[in-house]
C-alpha cells in the first residue's frame, strides 16, 4: 500500500520534471494553455464592441497604474512619514500614529473616490442627486469627519502612551513629553 | 521600497529593503483572497443568473454573445424572498472590503514585477503573460464594480459585458494561478518562519532589509482594520434598518431620501429617466396582452380588483437593497386571468413609460409571474406609490433584482412576444 503510494508520488514527480525546452513541467504547459484557451474564448467577447482598444488600455493600464503610480507614490509617502516619525535617543518612533488614520483615511479615499470627489463639483453630485434623490454633496465632509475621527483617536492614544510611560518624579522630562504630541500635528 | 543609494534599480534584489516581505506574508494574503474572491466570482455568477438572460426573446440580456460561459444558467427562484439582497450585497460589500487585502498582496510580490531575466524560459514567459492578465484582470474587475455603484460610468462600454466577460478573463488567470502556487503557499504556511534571503527561491524576502517600522503583526492589523472599516462604511446600505446610518461613504447609506411609506430608497427617480406627469396621470391605461387577447385598464380599474399585500424588498445589482416594504396590487397571475392566460401563466414581458435605462423592457419567467406575492403593485405602506417608486403602477416580485421590478408600467405582455 505505502509502495504504491509512494511509486505514484514519484510518476507524478516525473510528469512535473522540468522540461530542458520549456523549464517548467509538462502539467504546467497544460494548465497554461487550458487557461489561455479560457482567457481565449471570454477576451474576445469582452473585446468585441466598437470600443475595443480603450478596453485594452483599461486592462493592462489599470495593472500599470497600479503597479507603476500608485503603489510607488504610497511606498514613498510612507517611507517620508517613517522617517519624519522616527525614534531619536529622546523619544520612541510614533510612526504608526500617523500611518494607521493616514492609510485608512486614504483607503476610504481611493475606493470612494468618486464620490468624494463629486462631492466638491456641481456635475457629478447633481447627476448623482437626480439618480438617487439623495443629496450629492455630503460625501467630501463625511470623509474629512471620519478622517479627523481617525488621526484624533490616534493622537489620544499617542497620549495615553507617552503618559503612561512617563517615569515618576522626572520633572524635566515630563515637560518633554507633553511636547510629544504637538510635535505630530 | 527604495534604497539607500538611488542608482540601484528595482531590478535589483537589493533595492527592495522591506523587511515584511516574504512567502509567509504572501500566502497569508493570498488564502484569504482565494477564499473572497472565489466567494466573490460564484455570487457574481448567482447576480448573472438573477436577471434570467436566457429568458425567450433574450430582453434581459445584456451579453447575448456569452456561448458556453452561460453553461450553468437556471431558473431564478422566488424563495427565499431575501435571496438576491443577500447574494448581492455579499458580492458588492466583500469586494469593497477586500481592496486591502488586494493591495496588500499586490505590495507583497511587487519585487517580482522587475525580476531579471523577464523570462528564463518560455514556461516562465507564459506565465508572467498569464500573470498580467490576472493583476490587470482584478483590477479590472474591482476598478469597474467600484465606479459602477457610484453611478460613474466612465468605463469603455456598457458594465454588463465589460465585467462580466472580465470576470471569465479573470478567472481563467486565477485559477493557474491557484493551482501553480498552492503548494508553496501551503508549505509558507507550515513554517514557521520564512527562510533566509539567500535560500528563498521565491524572491519575496528582502536581500538587505531595512530595519523594521512595523511587525508583520501590525501590517496585517492594518490591513485587516482597513476592511472593517471599509466593511462598516459600506455594509448597512444592504442590511439596511439603522444600520443605514452607518454606512457613511456608500453610495445608498447614510440615510433614505424621505419619511413616510415612500421614503426608500431609489435607484432612478422620475426625472431621471424622463417621466413626464402627463404621462401617468388619469389618461394612463394599463395594457394587458396575450393569448390573442387585449385588455385596457385605468388605475381605478386595478384597484377594483382583488388587492393582495406582500412583504418584499427592493435589492439592487450595485448591492443596496431597502428592507422589506408593504406592497399592494393586484397579482401578476390575476392579471394573466383576464387574458385567458389564468390556469399556467406563462412567462411576462413588461414595458414602462421610462425613456431612458436598459431595462425599460424586461422579462419575467413563468415561475416568478405565478408566485402569489408577484405583484402589479398600486400602493405601498398603506399609501399610493409616489412618483419616485413608479406611481401609477409598478412590478415588485419576490428574489428578483431591482431592476426587473419595473415602475411606471404601461403593458404587460403574457406569453409570445
Known amino acids: ?185 | 521600497m527604495g534604497a539607500h543609494n538611488p542608482l540601484t534599480p528595482p531590478t535589483s534584489p537589493s533595492f527592495w529593503r522591506s523587511p515584511l516581505r516574504g512567502p509567509r506574508l504572501t500566502a497569508l494574503l493570498g488564502m484569504v483572497l482565494l477564499a473572497g474572491i472565489t466567494l466573490l466570482f460564484v455570487t457574481g455568477l448567482l447576480s448573472y443568473a438573477a436577471y434570467n438572460p436566457n429568458l425567450a426573446g433574450g430582453v434581459n440580456d445584456k451579453t447575448p454573445g456569452k456561448g458556453l460561459l452561460g453553461f450553468y444558467l437556471f431558473s431564478w427562484p422566488t424563495d427565499p424572498h431575501w435571496l438576491y439582497r443577500l447574494t448581492q450585497g455579499v458580492h458588492v460589500t466583500l469586494g469593497i472590503a477586500l481592496v486591502p487585502i488586494l493591495l496588500a498582496k499586490l505590495w507583497s510580490v511587487i519585487p517580482k514585477l522587475f525580476t531579471l531575466p523577464p523570462a528564463r524560459s518560455p514556461g516562465h514567459a507564459l506565465e508572467r503573460v498569464s500573470l498580467l492578465l490576472l493583476v490587470g484582470g482584478a483590477l479590472f474587475e474591482f476598478v469597474t464594480g467600484i465606479l459602477n455603484i457610484q453611478l460613474e460610468y466612465l468605463f469603455p462600454g456598457s458594465f454588463y459585458p465589460l465585467h462580466f466577460y472580465g470576470a471569465w478573463v479573470f478567472i481563467g488567470a486565477f485559477a493557474a494561478h491557484v493551482v501553480l502556487r498552492v503548494p508553496r503557499t501551503v508549505r509558507a504556511l507550515r513554517e514557521r518562519e520564512d527562510p533566509g534571503a539567500a535560500a528563498d527561491e521565491t524572491g519575496l524576502v528582502a536581500a538587505r532589509p531595512d530595519p523594521p517600522t512595523v511587525t508583520r503583526r501590525g501590517a496585517l492589523g492594518l490591513v485587516g482594520a482597513g476592511s472593517l472599516l471599509l466593511f462598516v462604511a459600506t455594509a448597512g446600505q444592504s442590511i439596511g434598518g439603522r444600520w443605514r446610518g452607518t454606512a457613511l461613504l456608500a453610495p445608498h447609506g447614510g440615510r433614505d431620501p424621505g419619511s413616510g411609506p415612500n421614503g426608500f430608497q431609489i435607484n432612478k427617480t422620475a426625472a431621471y429617466v424622463g417621466i413626464r406627469s402627463q404621462d401617468t396621470g388619469d389618461d394612463w391605461r394599463l395594457t394587458v396582452e396575450g393569448g390573442g387577447r387585449r385588455v385596457r385598464l385605468s388605475r381605478a380599474e386595478l384597484l377594483r380588483l382583488p388587492q393582495h399585500e406582500a412583504a418584499l424588498p427592493i435589492a439592487c445589482v450595485e448591492g443596496w437593497s431597502t428592507d422589506d416594504q408593504r406592497w399592494s396590487g393586484v397579482r401578476l397571475r390575476d392579471l394573466a386571468a383576464l387574458v385567458g392566460l389564468g390556469e399556467r401563466p406563462p412567462d411576462l414581458l413588461v414595458e414602462s413609460l421610462q425613456l431612458h435605462g436598459a431595462f425599460r423592457r424586461a422579462a419575467l419567467r413563468d415561475n416568478q409571474v405565478r408566485d402569489p406575492r408577484s405583484l402589479l403593485a398600486l400602493r405601498v405602506g398603506g399609501v399610493d406609490l409616489s412618483a419616485d417608486h413608479g406611481y401609477p403602477a409598478r412590478i415588485i416580485v419576490p428574489a428578483a433584482p431591482g431592476v426587473l421590478n419595473t415602475k411606471w408600467v404601461s403593458r404587460l405582455t403574457f406569453g409570445e412576444w
Not at chain 1, 156 to 172: E, H, I
Request: without cysteine.
Open chain 1, 1 to 185: 500500500m505505502r509502495a504504491a503510494w509512494r511509486d505514484r508520488v514519484a510518476r507524478a514527480r516525473r510528469a512535473l520534471r522540468v522540461h530542458r525546452w520549456y523549464g517548467e513541467g509538462p502539467l504546467h504547459l497544460l494548465l497554461m494553455l487550458a487557461s489561455f484557451a479560457l482567457t481565449g474564448y471570454a477576451g474576445v467577447r469582452l473585446l468585441a464592441g466598437g470600443q475595443w482598444p480603450l478596453v485594452i488600455v483599461w486592462f493592462v493600464g489599470a495593472a500599470l497604474l497600479h503597479d507603476l503610480v500608485l503603489l510607488p507614490l504610497y511606498a514613498l509617502a510612507d517611507r517620508a512619514v517613517a522617517g519624519y516619525t522616527a525614534g531619536t535617543g529622546r523619544h520612541r518612533a510614533w510612526t504608526a500614529y500617523v500611518r494607521v488614520p493616514a492609510a485608512l483615511s486614504g483607503l476610504l479615499l481611493l475606493v470612494w473616490f468618486p464620490l468624494i470627489a463629486g462631492s466638491v463639483g456641481s456635475g457629478a453630485a447633481a447627476h448623482y442627486e437626480a439618480a438617487t434623490g439623495l443629496p450629492g454633496g455630503v460625501f467630501l465632509g463625511r470623509w474629512l469627519l471620519i478622517t479627523a475621527g481617525l488621526f484624533a483617536v490616534s493622537a489620544l492614544w499617542l497620549l495615553g502612551r507617552t503618559v503612561q510611560q512617563r517615569p515618576p518624579g522626572a520633572a524635566r522630562r515630563r515637560r518633554e513629553t507633553k511636547q510629544r504630541p504637538a510635535a505630530g500635528d
